[in-house]
Each structure stands twice: as C-alpha cells, then as structure tokens.
C-alpha cells in the first residue's frame, strides 16, 4: 500500500472515503444520460465489487461506493467493454449538466444534449486553477438553474411580431410573465417593451401564427454554490451564433487560466480584480 498516489486517484474519479483504501468512483455524466447497457454494467460493478448500490449526484452523475484500491484496475476494464467511463475530479472542468432539451421537452428552446455534449469534447477535463462548472437549460423555466454554474448556458429566444398574421386575440399579452407584450385590438396594433424582454419563448409556443422566433443562448457568468453562494451574472446580449458561443467559452477559460490564483474560484477572481476588464474582454469577442 506504499507510494499510493491518492491525488491522482482523485484527479481521476476515485474519492477516499472514510473506510481505509476504499473509494467512491465517480462516472462520467454528460448531461446526466447513460443508456440502459451502461446502467446493466454499472449494476454489475455495483455488485461485483461494490456493496450492491450506487450514489446519485447532485450534478447528475452517478458514484459506486466501496470500491477498493486492490480492485480499481478490474473495475476500470469491466466498465470500459460495457461503454462506462470513469469521471474526474480537481481542479478542471467537472461534470456538465443538463435538461432535456428541445428533442424532448415541449418548453425546450435549444439541444441542451447535443451542446452539452460538444461541450465535454472540447472542454471537458480541462485543467483550471480551480474546478469550473458548465450547466444547461433548454428554457427559462431553467430546472437545472444554469445561474448556479460558473458558466451557465440558457435556451432563449428573440420573438418577432408579423402583423399580416396577427388576430389580435390578447393571447400573448396574457402570457407573458413579464407584462412586456402590449396588445391594442382597436389600432390593430402590438408592442414590444425589450427591456422587459427575457426572450422565453412563450408568446411564440402560445400564438397560432403571428409570433415566430430565432433561437439563441443567454449566458451567466460567475456562479457559485457552496461555501459561498453567488448568483450568476447576465454581462452579454443574447447569443445567436453556436459558433460565437464557442469563442465565448473559450475567452473565458483562458481569462480564468490567467488571471486566477491557484485555488481560486471564477467568481472569487472576478470579485478580486473586478468585473468591468473582463466584460471587455468578452465584448470584444462579439
């Protein structure tokens, strides 16, 4: 039991637990989907060498406790031929997060599942100064609270009004949580207060015709749930551009690469040096 290296198993999904040499070992979760062949190895892990159970975690990711340090190696290999892989942890971009989406959720604006995945493939690992969290929703009904993260990713949606096909039936004034859609049936006549505006969707799902949409990306910056608890912050316009949501992320992990101390939070860091050199930084990107 000499010369273990207990950073590196950790960095690599096994976490001590209490029980001398046994560990909890973290999966890999994208979004928090495995398929039902990897759930049958999972369960085989599960009872083969551990007790029998597993661990669901807050971030969507699943955890088998007890498995011992003279049995990792087998564990690893019997996970891999069922298509499991083990997870990470540290100081690194941890488990990505997400809803459902548009493929499966009726209120679902974006592909929360086909992003978050292209997220793991170019972000996913990455080490940082500290762990760095991505989360996704598909609306602004926001179940996985996408402010919570250190970047956050919300499925949005910039409404546009055609008169030509507008009945004028009040239906998307009376939806709209904001009270920022103004219908005046006599004038023939609907405005829109874009200060109020927190792009939704529900005037577009909830009209017959007249209201049509580009689907985008809002963005919250500096997260933070733990000892600490700050509220993401919305410092950019709606993005349209996948692409341009990329370059996004990737200012961001390099700011947060270069400025951060060692075991600094992205929010602490932000709060430190202040708010306004990174903003314009991100402006410049867009």
């Known amino acids: 039991m000499e010369n273990i290296n207990y950073k590196e198993l950790k960095k690599g999904g096994f976490l001590s637990q209490k029980q001398p040499n046994y560990f909890s070992m973290r999966l890999k979760s994208v979004g928090g989907y495995f398929t039902s062949e990897q759930l049958d190895t999972i369960q085989k892990v599960a009872e083969k060498f551990g007790k029998g159970y597993i661990h669901l975690t807050s971030r969507q990711g699943i ?3 007890f498995i011992h340090l003279d049995n990792i190696s087998e564990v690893k290999e ?4 069922g298509g499991v892989e083990v997870g990470f942890c540290g100081p690194r971009v941890r488990t990505i997060t997400a809803c459902q989406g548009n493929q499966i959720c009726p209120s679902g604006l974006i592909d929360t599942k086909r992003i978050a995945d292209e ?15 991505f989360g996704f929703t598909g609306c602004h009904n926001n179940c996985l609270k996408t402010e919570e993260n250190d970047l956050g990713i919300k499925g949005a949606v910039k ?6 096909k507008c009945i004028y039936c009040g239906r998307c004034q009376a939806i709209c949580p904001q009270k920022a859609i103004t219908v005046d049936k006599n004038e023939k006549k609907v405005t829109v207060d874009r200060e109020k505006c927190v792009y939704c969707g529900k005037c577009i799902k909830n009209c017959t015709a007249a209201w049509q949409g580009e689907s985008g990306f809002i963005i919250s910056f500096g997260g933070l749930y733990g000892n600490r608890i700050a509220i993401g912050k919305n ?3 709606i993005v ?3 692409n341009k949501l990329y370059e996004i992320v990737e200012v961001t992990l390099k700011y947060f690469e270069e400025n951060a ?3 600094e939070r992205f929010r602490n860091m932000l709060d430190r040096i202040g708010w306004d050199k990174f903003t314009e930084t991100l402006k410049s990107t867009i």
């Open 235 to 237: 410092i950019l316009p």
């Open 63 to 65: 955890e088998i406790p």
């Open 240 to 242: 349209f551009d996948e």
């Open 159 to 164: 409404p546009i009004w055609n008169s030509e």
């Open 78 to 81: 019997m996970l891999k031929i």
């Open 261 to 263: 101390r060692k075991g």
């Open 119 to 133: 997220f793991y493939k170019r972000f996913g690992g990455r080490e940082l100064p500290h762990k760095f969290k």
